[in-house]
């Protein structure tokens, strides 16, 4: 591989590293101000621990030898040592780290469900087991070999050149990560005081630095991965990353206008979350201008669904299941209608959009069922949320034994 590409790789995968930080910034700026530091920490956590259990065994099992394998071996090279032994050891090393970044995100976007009432032990616990049992297996299904990445061939052979579309993670890392955050929501039960308007951010501008920071990392995430295909398609995805994400921010932001009378910054973060969320998946197989057609439809539904936590009844802190399970949703199944000659308005027919709503509800009934039962086995065990008293008072003190602002009255 020349260097170009070599030094692409390196610098997608800091890009895609400082998306976490970035998440942490933007879930930190929503919280209570007594609630931040656990807030962040929970990302700051996911990073060291999916880190290390990456590269002991997570890596392993993010590829398999035959679809029908549930992962691969976690002992098959343990901690990589063979791995760095080959004769591509470099370039190896190098995409084995790229994809460390993808597990430790999917994992902390997980954390915004149970804001402001969640212990940081037991976080710890639950992403560990769920990164275990539930990223490295879906990682190894959907780009590793596995059947969702075989499905098309499975169900209509290869002379029909279909497969599943998912070019970043729009199942393997938002539908993943919002399916285990309604799960998680469910299992710790709504914050004391719970309605419609008083959870307010306590820090705009730290909102709108995430945001920023996860838009700019992004360009990573989705054109990344071309560094292993030469940079065929890295303009067209580029501009699709740019190019959605902006429209999602509109379509967000007229639906607000329309419903609470005003256009906020935070619903212009969360607009660009919501479309970079879509795009995702789609990035390498939508023209730009369909990609600027998803991005104010996703910033629609999503500034739409954020609503659907207060009609139901459940807790979903910072709109993990709004924003990332609809956006991932939407932008996975946006393409059996208008990828790029085998959406079935583009010149192809139902079968890649049959291929996108089986891997879309497979990735979302495990990952809910996974997360719940491991969620459930920790609140019953250890105990996963915090006492009432200790909520109110603040989890950072409680939990941290630090405050996020430590203001003196002179």
């Not at 007594?34 to 996911?46: E, H, N, P, R």
């Not at 976690?74 to 004769?87: I, K, M, R, V, Y």
Request: aromatic share 12%.
């Amino acid at each position: 591989m020349d260097t170009g590409s070599i030094a692409w790789g390196i610098t997608a995968t800091a890009l895609v590293l400082v998306m976490t930080p970035g998440v942490a910034f933007f879930y930190g700026g929503l919280v209570k101000a007594k609630s931040v530091i656990s807030m962040m920490m929970m990302s700051f956590g996911a990073l060291g621990l999916i880190s290390v259990l990456w590269i002991l065994y997570g890596f392993n099992m993010s590829a398999v030898a035959s679809p029908t394998a549930f992962a691969g071996n976690p002992f098959s090279d343990f901690g990589l040592t063979a791995l760095s032994q080959g004769e591509s050891g470099n370039t190896d090393l190098l995409g084995a780290t790229y994809g460390a970044t993808f597990a430790i995100i999917t994992v902390a976007l997980i954390s915004g469900a149970i804001a402001d009432r969640a212990k940081f032990g037991s976080w710890m616990i639950f992403a560990g087991i769920f990164a275990t049992i539930g990223y490295f297996p879906i990682a190894a299904w959907v780009w590793g070999g596995g059947w969702i990445m075989n499905l098309g061939t499975t169900l209509f052979g290869e002379d029909a050149g279909i497969a599943v579309i998912d070019y970043a993670g729009g199942t393997a890392v938002h539908i993943n990560a919002g399916a285990a955050a309604l799960a998680l929501a469910l299992v710790l039960g709504k914050r004391v005081g719970f309605q419609k308007g008083i959870q307010k951010p306590h820090n705009v501008p730290l909102t709108l630095l995430g945001a920023s920071i996860l838009w700019f990392g992004w360009f990573g995430f989705n054109a990344g991965a071309e560094w292993l295909n030469g940079l065929e398609n890295v303009g067209l995805i580029v501009v699709n990353t740019l190019g959605a994400t902006a429209a999602a921010i509109i379509g967000w932001l007229i639906i607000e206008k329309f419903k609470d009378g005003k256009a906020t910054s935070v619903g212009a973060a969360s607009g660009a979350v919501a479309g970079l969320v879509a795009i995702t998946p789609a990035c390498a197989n939508l023209t730009p201008g369909w990609a600027l057609v998803l991005g104010v439809l996703t910033g629609a539904v999503c500034a739409l669904a954020v609503e659907l936590k207060f009609k139901l009844g459940f807790d979903d802190s910072l709109d993990v299941v709004g924003i990332h399970l609809v956006g991932g949703l939407v932008g996975t199944l946006f393409l059996g209608f208008f990828a790029t000659e085998t959406g079935l308005f583009l010149g192809g027919g139902f079968e890649q959009l049959v291929v996108q709503v089986i891997a879309a509800a497979a990735v979302l009934l495990y990952s809910f069922v996974i997360a719940f039962v491991v969620g459930l086995a920790i609140q019953k065990t250890l105990g996963f949320r915090v006492k009432n008293e200790d909520e109110i008072a603040g989890v950072d003190t409680s939990v941290h034994g630090e405050e996020g602002y430590a203001l003196e009255v002179v």
